[in-house]
């Protein structure tokens, strides 16, 4: 199968040298000779897409139907995944977690998407026409170029019971079943660093609407005073309705972002997702499968990273397409 593939790249890649040559060397109609050049200006990037993007894809969706001794089994090692409980695991619930990877990835969508997403766009509002809102916005966005694993460790000092800022903040408060550590519990665990990534990730979605409140003139916001229409009108009939383009970047992006979370688990936890697993996420599933385990099984791997892929894609599908038609 893998032999099958490479001719067949093979057999394109020399095509495309001879249609280039071609041109290069003026042979055949104009019409053939601006192909050729297109072709050749296209081509290097065609190699990278195919030699790191389509080939990784094709080898990993390959492995997917083979067993940890490479025997074929075709949609086994996909039957085996969802069948798991580290993957899917609701009996008895609402019992404590784990829940398991697929549902963790489902929770940290439903939290982190709607509160990145609208506190990064009340601050786009908010430090709009600020004085020094640049300074307060380099500040926030600071997590945003922060790499995850960097901040996965900051959440070990964060959530620490007896030095971290925000348990020591509810036992001020009077909360005193929060301050503690949040690490250390399943029931909270999952929670905190769902809490910890809106902090890190806020700052794109501000920046990307603060860009996108330079388009609207200022002239509708102004005729809409004049009209006496409330703050909050004028909000969803005007600004959040223009704002649609960026609300399709963030939203995608997002979902994106929080479907391959990896780094922040990984480095706030362990490879098991911390206590119990009640962190555990699709992508540190399959780095457990591949990297971690004893023996490596790779075709459960390649079968978790497949599934995420289709995940990854249906939902930034269905998002474009729904916003556009809106």
């Not at 095509?15 to 290097?44: E, M, Q």
């Not at 990278?48 to 997917?64: E, K, N, R």
Request: net charge positive.
């Amino acid at each position: 199968m893998r032999r099958l593939r490479i001719e067949g790249v093979t057999g394109l890649l020399r095509k495309l040298r001879d249609r280039v040559s071609g041109a290069l060397r003026g042979r055949g109609s104009p019409r053939a000779r601006k192909a050729g050049l297109r072709i050749a200006f296209f081509t290097p990037a065609l190699l990278l897409i195919m030699l790191f993007v389509a080939y990784p894809v094709l080898t990993t969706i390959g492995v997917s139907f083979f067993d940890a001794n490479g025997r074929f089994v075709g949609l086994g090692n996909y039957q085996q995944v969802l069948g798991s409980p580290d993957t899917i695991n609701l009996n008895g619930f609402p019992k404590p977690p784990p829940y398991g990877t697929l549902i963790n990835n489902a929770v940290w969508i439903a939290i982190h998407l709607p509160l990145s997403m609208f506190l990064g766009l009340w601050l786009a509002l908010v430090l709009r026409e600020v004085r020094g809102s640049s300074w307060v916005k380099t500040a926030i966005f600071i997590g945003m170029v922060t790499p995850l694993i960097i901040g996965g460790i900051m959440m070990l000092y964060i959530y620490d019971g007896s030095i971290g800022v925000v348990p020591r903040f509810f036992d001020a408060i009077g909360i005193h079943s929060l301050g503690v550590g949040w690490l250390q519990r399943p029931t909270t665990l999952l929670f905190g660093l769902i809490f910890g990534s809106v902090w890190l990730w806020t700052g794109f979605s501000m920046i990307v609407y603060s860009a996108g409140l330079t388009t609207i003139p200022k002239e509708y916001w102004e005729a809409a005073k004049i009209d006496g229409t409330p703050t909050f009108r004028t909000f969803t009939q005007i600004t959040f309705p223009l704002l649609k383009p960026m609300t399709i970047v963030v939203f995608t992006m997002s979902i994106l972002y929080e479907l391959k979370i990896f780094d922040l688990v990984y480095g706030a936890t362990n490879p098991q997702g911390g206590v119990g697993g009640a962190a555990d996420v699709l992508a540190l599933q399959m780095f457990r499968e591949a990297f971690v385990q004893l023996p490596a099984d790779y075709g459960t791997a390649a079968a978790v990273a497949t599934f995420l892929s289709l995940l990854t894609l249906t939902a930034t599908v269905m998002t474009i397409r729904y916003m556009v038609k809106r």
